[in-house]
């Protein structure tokens, strides 16, 4: 079946450093890419998105950018704090207009003050 | 924040007993969806619906089974729950507006099962 695959599964970094996350998908039809923030014992909250029209999306800290050739998509976030610290999932679409997604495993940012 | 409220929050049962989730929302969105979270598998999708009594399989449905019989509420039923569906599990609404469409998750049920 089709999978996310995610990458790191932890990541620590000093305050003020940059976080990567990078993420392959393997549905060729995949043409949204989301990325969710979930805090310790809170729901998962959508941060940033991105769709296959798109090489690059910034919001204020967060970027994220898509290599449809590749298909890899990935989650920058500059000048980390330490509210940044979350585990960080990110998702591919199913097909082409499914409204399904499939999931990556998740990667625990530690932003160390 | 989305109007999405589940219920119960907390569960505790024993295996071989039935089990209901509820999931209601206020956003008159067309689509809903159960998912479940594991350590080390992230979230996988257990069942979604496209509308009122239209159902579908996700990739985790074996043990599960959902109703909507309003737009706004979506059951998720654990028939005989066993051990291995301990878990958190979430709802998650999203527009139609063709195309995919992000995603929004409610507070999660944790449910252990003894």
């Known amino acids: 079946g089709e999978n996310v695959e995610q990458h790191p599964s932890t990541l620590s970094v000093q305050e003020g450093d940059s976080a990567v996350i990078k993420c392959t998908y393997s549905?060729?039809?995949?043409?949204?890419f989301p990325w969710y923030k979930q805090e310790l014992g809170k729901r998962p909250q959508l941060i940033i998105d991105?769709?296959?029209?798109?090489g690059e999306k910034k919001d204020q800290r967060i970027a994220v950018t898509l290599n449809k050739t590749a298909k890899h998509f990935s989650l920058h976030i500059t000048e980390t704090q330490p509210e940044d610290s979350a585990v960080y999932f990110c998702?591919?679409?199913?097909?082409?207009?499914?409204?399904?997604?499939?999931f990556g495993t998740g990667t625990l940012l530690a932003v160390q003050p | 924040d989305a109007g999405i409220t589940q219920s119960p929050r907390h569960k505790v049962t024993e295996t071989g007993t039935p089990v209901t989730l509820r999931c209601h929302q206020t956003e008159n969105h067309r689509y809903m969806y159960w998912y479940r979270q594991d350590p080390g598998h992230g979230l996988r999708l257990i069942h979604y619906s496209y509308g009122v009594k239209d159902t579908d399989k996700g990739e985790v449905s074996d043990g599960y089974s959902v109703s909507r019989s309003k737009t706004e509420d979506f059951l998720l039923t654990l028939e005989s729950a066993t051990s291995s569906q301990t878990s958190v599990y979430f709802c998650a609404i999203s527009k139609d507006r063709g195309g995919n469409q992000p995603q929004h998750f409610g507070d999660g049920t944790r449910l252990s099962i003894l």
């Open positions: 991105i769709r296959s029209n798109v």
């Open positions: 549905d060729s039809a995949s043409n949204y």
């Open positions: 998702a591919a679409s199913l097909g082409g207009a499914t409204n399904k997604l499939i």
